[in-house]
């Protein structure tokens, strides 16, 4: 299998400032926005992203942990006792602007279920997506607001995204499965 380095430390950081950017732009500030981190890189990806933002304009913005396990439509299919890791919100979402954060999007049947996790939780005003990189496939009508990196892949590839703070280094990698 020949693997390929997409991005490097550098590179995710870049992503993660001009996500950042994008984000208090397009929301004209970050007053109302909480961003919530899709277990288990999406999480860190979210912090990460609050930090910048921070930096940028100086505001702490309120970042949650979702965990989508029973909301998945393949459920049954990974695993006969899914493992719930829990869900943490630091307010409530009722009225805000909740910006989903992941690390790929793919057939956007995740981003699916995070939605419905979150409708449980409450009603937000609105519900944007942040990746870090989207490859495309999608088998729902699902488009990310922010994206780090657009990375044409075959159904045959696969992305792996390790984070410092679970894997030892940023990388992002792309490799052939056949």
Same mark, same amino acid.
């Not at 380095?5 to 590179?11: G, P, Q, S």
């Not at 505001?59 to 049954?76: H, Q």
């Not at 703070?165 to 940023?170: Q, S």
């Given at each position: 299998?020949?693997?390929?380095?997409?991005?490097?430390?550098?590179?995710?950081?870049?992503?993660?400032?001009?996500?950042?950017?994008?984000?208090?732009?397009?929301?004209?500030?970050?007053?109302?926005?909480?961003?919530?981190?899709?277990?288990?890189?999406?999480?860190?990806?979210?912090?990460?992203?609050?930090? #910048? %933002?921070?930096?940028?304009?100086?505001? @702490?913005?309120?970042?949650? $942990? =979702?965990? &989508?396990?029973?909301?998945?439509?393949?459920?049954?299919?990974?695993?006969?006792?899914?493992?719930?890791?829990?869900?943490?919100?630091?307010?409530?979402?009722?009225?805000?602007?909740?910006?989903?954060?992941?690390?790929?999007?793919?057939?956007?049947?995740?981003?699916?279920?995070?939605?419905?996790?979150?409708?449980?939780?409450?009603?937000?005003? #609105? %519900?944007?997506?942040?990746?870090?990189? @989207?490859?495309?496939?999608? $088998? =729902?009508? &699902?488009?990310?607001?922010?994206?780090?990196?657009?990375?044409?892949?075959?159904?045959?590839?696969?992305?792996?995204?390790?984070?410092?703070?679970?894997?030892?280094?940023?990388?992002?990698?792309?490799?052939?499965?056949?």
């Amino acid at each position: 299998m020949e693997e390929k380095e997409i991005l490097d430390e550098k590179a995710i950081g870049r992503a993660l400032t001009r996500l950042a950017h994008e984000v208090i732009e397009r929301n004209e500030g970050v007053d109302s926005v909480v961003l919530v981190g899709i277990k288990t890189r999406g999480i860190y990806l979210a912090k990460r992203l609050a930090d #910048r %933002i921070k930096s940028i304009e100086n505001k @702490d913005v309120a970042v949650g $942990e =979702l965990d &989508i396990t029973l909301y998945r439509d393949d459920l049954k299919q990974k695993t006969d006792e899914p493992e719930l890791i829990g869900s943490i919100l630091p307010m409530s979402i009722e009225s805000k602007t909740v910006i989903l954060v992941d690390d790929v999007l793919y057939t956007g049947r995740t981003i699916r279920a995070a939605m419905d996790a979150l409708m449980d939780v409450g009603r937000p005003q #609105r %519900i944007q997506l942040a990746v870090l990189i @989207d490859r495309g496939h999608r $088998e =729902l009508p &699902i488009r990310p607001d922010y994206i780090g990196k657009n990375v044409p892949t075959s159904k045959e590839e696969q992305i792996a995204v390790q984070l410092t703070e679970i894997d030892g280094m940023d990388t992002v990698t792309i490799r052939a499965t056949s």
